[in-house]
């Protein structure tokens, strides 16, 4: 794909620096906000920020890990790419979670190491690591730079494929004489990447099989993933599921793209699914599948998964087609351009009356359910209550776990882009410094950073960054004083041995909270929630609400590791 | 079982690291890798020989091939009618005596002597790998002091013959 190049905005300075190439390029990519951490492989590069005063607003969190996960917050929600700057060395490694969970879910951030002078590069220098050996693995695409002149290039590069096909991470490692030398002339010209061309229309033959497909079913369900959101697919989704009353049920990451509260939603599906998502998978003889990868959370036991299905699958990346269910109509597209010649050319949709009154007995037969004893602070309950309290609208983070489940279950979103989780890497400390991003993006949008006590303690040094910013985040601790999804796997497989996963010990919250200057509560019962919530949520500022719930609670309904999608447990109190 | 696969790529650094990484991550067995310049400055073709379980993993291979930026195009020529090749080096324990021995035993291969020492020589061949196999087998009674292989390199015949004969072209089936 060729892009022209922008004609320069600023005066020609007389002497420029390999950085102050950098900067012009990230101005040209329209970028607004930069997570990073300064170090001595960058000082060129930071200098450069410096002197280019006011043109970007750079965030600097508390340890490279919270800037990667800050900028996976804003990239979610802000559709566009996430901007990190860190070292060499312990810089990078420090944001290698970040950039492995930006590939799972399938992110778009650019990342800029630093890198040792090319003229000690591969001697052991002082901060040096293999940045490209180590990040290849987990990166859509990675890039050393080897002179300024190119420096122009590979960033409109970069920003071409970590935002085009099916988003990913790229990093940009770059020696520190390259930033720091004086240099008189760049390739400013159009870049070309043969080996990168997306498919982004559907084959129509392929539609048309899809479309018969849907005449003849009986049995019909749509799954949606993130690729839904990714394609900004979901309205014109809405319109053929609504016209053609077809079922909907959604993978975590999918979250949003279909509404939470409509009736044709079954919940989500998976591990910790609904009874009705899972069993319409079980039972259904078409699985229309967009933007999904059909992960194992999803799938269970793959001799179990939709063996009764049609399976047709869109995504825009054909790696995923056929690489865990075998599928019947693939069609490699982007999410939005496949259902318009869907939309065009459905003309009948399926006879499926049984079909939605089995689904809708179901639903009201095997809904959500917890003990509720009013006294107790019950996890479920509280995520319940944030929904009703927020009315659906918060922008919610999480990390992994027990409480990212319930916060699945309970928390119906409406629209997409509001859901900000650890899928596919599953990253403890990610919640919190990902709404930090989140906020960012959308200062005045009311974000709330749904985290467990333990992964909060991984990154709860970017409080530094709220008490800075003011940023307006809602902290909520569902705090257990347990790591509760390794707790209740010990619990129902390993007979009650709970390993390391009781946590005792924690810092006092609130006092914590305080000593940044921020505004902590602890909340021990129902009504203490509900009396302040809504203070809470109207409060122009950060509050961390350290809300003590019962520690043995577990996630239900649950299909145990090994499972088909049908065998759930605790589907009934 | 075994294919011959070959990707055209970008020329860059990080390039052979990317590909043979992913093959390591998704669990693909290789058992050689030839890399070399290709007709166009900048692009260069990688043949490797793989083992894969079934179709379904080969079909990931090829696809998590040509989902790398740097790779320009991956095709499986397994099926094709294919010329293919490899080289060795063998280094043999030779003195006098066995000199002509061997040069006459080596001639039908077409292969040839290549370098002389008093108490060895250097042979090289060229063909397909079990060509080289026998030869090598000939000469380990006289003691190998060391092999150098290239690994396959390959690509299709400018001719292809139609579908019904092509099983009996292919070469690793």
């Given at each position: 794909?060729?892009?022209?190049?922008?004609?320069?905005t600023k005066p020609e300075a007389a002497v420029k620096t390999g950085a102050d190439i950098l900067v012009e390029s990230l101005l040209e990519?329209?970028?607004?906000?930069?997570?990073?951490?300064?170090?001595?492989?960058?000082?060129?590069?930071?200098?450069?920020?410096?002197?280019?005063?006011?043109?970007?607003?750079?965030?600097?969190?508390?340890?490279?890990?919270?800037?990667?996960?800050?900028?996976?917050?804003?990239?979610?929600?802000?559709?566009?790419?996430?901007?990190?700057?860190?070292?060499?060395?312990?810089?990078?490694?420090?944001?290698?979670?970040?950039?492995?969970?930006?590939?799972?879910?399938?992110?778009?951030?650019?990342?800029?190491?630093?890198?040792?002078?090319?003229?000690?590069?591969?001697?052991?220098?002082?901060?040096?690591?293999?940045?490209?050996?180590?990040?290849?693995?987990?990166?859509?695409?990675?890039?050393?730079?080897?002179?300024?002149?190119?420096?122009?290039?590979?960033?409109?590069?970069?920003?071409?494929?970590?935002?085009?096909?099916?988003?990913?991470?790229?990093?940009?490692?770059?020696?520190?004489?390259?930033?720091?030398?004086?240099?008189?002339?760049?390739?400013?010209?159009?870049?070309?990447?043969?080996?990168?061309?997306?498919?982004?229309?559907?084959?129509?033959?392929?539609?048309?099989?899809?479309?018969?497909?849907?005449?003849?079913?009986?049995?019909?369900?749509?799954?949606?993933?993130?690729?839904?959101?990714?394609?900004?697919?979901?309205?014109?989704?809405?319109?053929?599921?609504?016209?053609?009353?077809?079922?909907?049920?959604?993978?975590?990451?999918?979250?949003?793209?279909?509404?939470?509260?409509?009736?044709?939603?079954?919940?989500?599906?998976?591990?910790?699914?609904?009874?009705?998502?899972?069993?319409?998978?079980?039972?259904?003889?078409?699985?229309?599948?967009?933007?999904?990868?059909?992960?194992?959370?999803?799938?269970?036991?793959?001799?179990?998964?939709?063996?009764?299905?049609?399976?047709?699958?869109?995504?825009?990346?054909?790696?995923?087609?056929?690489?865990?269910?075998?599928?019947?109509?693939?069609?490699?597209?982007?999410?939005?351009?496949?259902?318009?010649?869907?939309?065009?050319?459905?003309?009948?949709?399926?006879?499926?009356?049984?079909?939605?009154?089995?689904?809708?007995?179901?639903k009201m037969a095997y809904p959500l359910w917890y003990n509720n004893p009013p006294e107790e602070m019950v996890p479920q309950w509280l995520?319940?209550?944030?929904?009703?309290?927020?009315?659906?609208?918060?922008?919610?983070?999480?990390?992994?776990?027990?409480?990212?489940?319930?916060?699945?279950?309970?928390?119906?979103?409406?629209?997409?882009?509001?859901?900000?989780?650890?899928?596919?890497?599953?990253?403890?400390?990610?919640?919190?410094?990902?709404?930090?991003?989140?906020?960012?993006?959308?200062?005045?949008?009311?974000?709330?950073?749904?985290?467990?006590?333990?992964?909060?303690?991984?990154?709860?040094?970017?409080?530094?960054?709220?008490?800075?910013?003011?940023?307006?985040?809602?902290?909520?601790?569902?705090?257990?004083?347990?790591?509760?999804?390794?707790?209740?796997?010990?619990?129902?497989?390993?007979?009650?041995?709970?390993?390391?996963?009781?946590?005792?010990?924690?810092?006092?919250?609130?006092?914590?909270?305080?000593?940044?200057?921020?505004?902590?509560?602890?909340?021990?019962?129902?009504?203490?929630?509900?009396?302040?919530?809504?203070?809470?949520?109207?409060?122009?500022?950060?509050?961390?609400?350290?809300?003590?719930?019962?520690?043995?609670?577990?996630?239900?309904?649950?299909?145990?590791?090994?499972?088909?999608?049908?065998?759930?447990?605790?589907?009934?109190? | 079982?075994?294919?011959?696969?070959?990707?055209?790529?970008?020329?860059?650094?990080?390039?052979?690291?990317?590909?043979?990484?992913?093959?390591?991550?998704?669990?693909?067995?290789?058992?050689?890798?030839?890399?070399?310049?290709?007709?166009?400055?900048?692009?260069?073709?990688?043949?490797?020989?793989?083992?894969?379980?079934?179709?379904?993993?080969?079909?990931?291979?090829?696809?998590?091939?040509?989902?790398?930026?740097?790779?320009?195009?991956?095709?499986?020529?397994?099926?094709?009618?294919?010329?293919?090749?490899?080289?060795?080096?063998?280094?043999?324990?030779?003195?006098?005596?066995?000199?002509?021995?061997?040069?006459?035993?080596?001639?039908?291969?077409?292969?040839?002597?290549?370098?002389?020492?008093?108490?060895?020589?250097?042979?090289?061949?060229?063909?397909?790998?079990?060509?080289?196999?026998?030869?090598?087998?000939?000469?380990?009674?006289?003691?190998?002091?060391?092999?150098?292989?290239?690994?396959?390199?390959?690509?299709?015949?400018?001719?292809?013959?139609?579908?019904?004969?092509?099983?009996?072209?292919?070469?690793?089936?």
């Amino acid at each position: 794909m060729k892009v022209d190049t922008k004609p320069k905005t600023k005066p020609e300075a007389a002497v420029k620096t390999g950085a102050d190439i950098l900067v012009e390029s990230l101005l040209e990519q329209k970028v607004e906000t930069i997570f990073g951490y300064p170090g001595g492989a960058v000082l060129p590069i930071y200098d450069a920020l410096y002197r280019s005063d006011g043109d970007f607003e750079h965030i600097l969190t508390r340890h490279e890990q919270g800037a990667i996960h800050a900028a996976e917050g804003y990239a979610r929600v802000a559709g566009k790419p996430g901007v990190v700057i860190a070292t060499s060395g312990p810089g990078a490694t420090n944001l290698v979670t970040g950039i492995a969970d930006a590939m799972m879910d399938s992110l778009p951030l650019v990342v800029i190491t630093g890198q040792v002078a090319t003229s000690v590069t591969g001697t052991d220098a002082f901060q040096e690591a293999d940045v490209m050996g180590i990040t290849t693995p987990i990166t859509k695409h990675n890039y050393q730079v080897q002179s300024s002149y190119e420096l122009p290039k590979v960033i409109k590069e970069a920003f071409h494929i970590a935002s085009t096909g099916r988003p990913g991470p790229v990093v940009v490692d770059i020696p520190k004489d390259i930033s720091a030398n004086l240099c008189t002339e760049t390739d400013q010209s159009a870049f070309h990447l043969p080996g990168y061309q997306p498919t982004i229309k559907p084959n129509p033959l392929q539609i048309k099989k899809l479309t018969e497909a849907i005449k003849k079913s009986k049995k019909p369900l749509i799954l949606t993933g993130a690729g839904v959101i990714h394609g900004h697919a979901s309205d014109i989704l809405l319109e053929i599921a609504e016209e053609y009353s077809i079922p909907v049920t959604s993978t975590l990451l999918g979250l949003g793209a279909f509404p939470g509260q409509h009736d044709l939603f079954l919940g989500m599906a998976g591990m910790h699914g609904t009874y009705t998502a899972n069993m319409a998978i079980a039972e259904c003889d078409l699985l229309i599948n967009i933007g999904a990868r059909f992960d194992d959370r999803l799938t269970g036991n793959l001799n179990y998964f939709a063996k009764n299905a049609t399976v047709a699958h869109v995504d825009i990346d054909p790696a995923e087609i056929g690489k865990n269910v075998p599928t019947d109509i693939p069609i490699v597209s982007d999410s939005k351009a496949a259902l318009a010649e869907l939309k065009k050319q459905l003309k009948e949709g399926p006879d499926h009356e049984e079909w939605m009154d089995q689904l809708n007995q179901n639903k009201m037969a095997y809904p959500l359910w917890y003990n509720n004893p009013p006294e107790e602070m019950v996890p479920q309950w509280l995520m319940k209550s944030l929904y009703h309290a927020t009315r659906g609208e918060a922008i919610v983070t999480t990390d992994v776990g027990q409480h990212q489940m319930w916060a699945a279950q309970y928390y119906s979103f409406g629209r997409p882009n509001r859901w900000v989780t650890s899928g596919g890497l599953g990253t403890m400390g990610f919640g919190f410094p990902a709404a930090i991003g989140a906020q960012l993006a959308k200062p005045k949008d009311p974000v709330v950073a749904i985290v467990g006590d333990g992964g909060f303690q991984m990154t709860l040094q970017e409080l530094s960054v709220l008490q800075e910013r003011g940023l307006p985040v809602k902290i909520i601790i569902v705090n257990n004083g347990a790591l509760g999804m390794v707790r209740q796997w010990q619990e129902a497989f390993y007979d009650k041995r709970y390993s390391e996963s009781i946590v005792g010990v924690q810092p006092d919250f609130v006092k914590l909270a305080e000593s940044y200057n921020i505004r902590g509560m602890k909340i021990e019962t129902q009504k203490e929630f509900t009396d302040i919530i809504h203070e809470v949520m109207a409060y122009d500022g950060p509050v961390l609400m350290d809300c003590r719930v019962l520690q043995q609670e577990n996630v239900y309904p649950m299909i145990a590791p090994g499972k088909g999608i049908h065998e759930m447990v605790g589907v009934k109190p | 079982m075994k294919r011959i696969i070959t990707a055209v790529v970008q020329n860059r650094s990080g390039v052979l690291n990317r590909v043979t990484g992913l093959m390591h991550k998704r669990q693909f067995n290789i058992e050689s890798i030839s890399v070399g310049r290709t007709e166009t400055e900048g692009i260069s073709k990688m043949t490797f020989v793989v083992h894969v379980e079934d179709h379904q993993k080969l079909e990931q291979l090829t696809k998590q091939l040509n989902k790398q930026i740097d790779v320009l195009k991956v095709t499986d020529l397994s099926d094709k009618a294919i010329v293919a090749r490899e080289l060795a080096l063998i280094k043999v324990v030779s003195n006098a005596h066995h000199r002509n021995e061997i040069q006459g035993m080596i001639e039908p291969f077409r292969a040839s002597i290549i370098d002389v020492s008093k108490d060895s020589l250097s042979i090289q061949v060229t063909g397909k790998p079990d060509k080289i196999e026998a030869l090598i087998d000939l000469l380990r009674p006289y003691g190998i002091k060391d092999i150098a292989r290239t690994g396959l390199t390959a690509f299709a015949r400018g001719h292809q013959p139609q579908v019904a004969e092509m099983t009996s072209y292919s070469l690793l089936k």
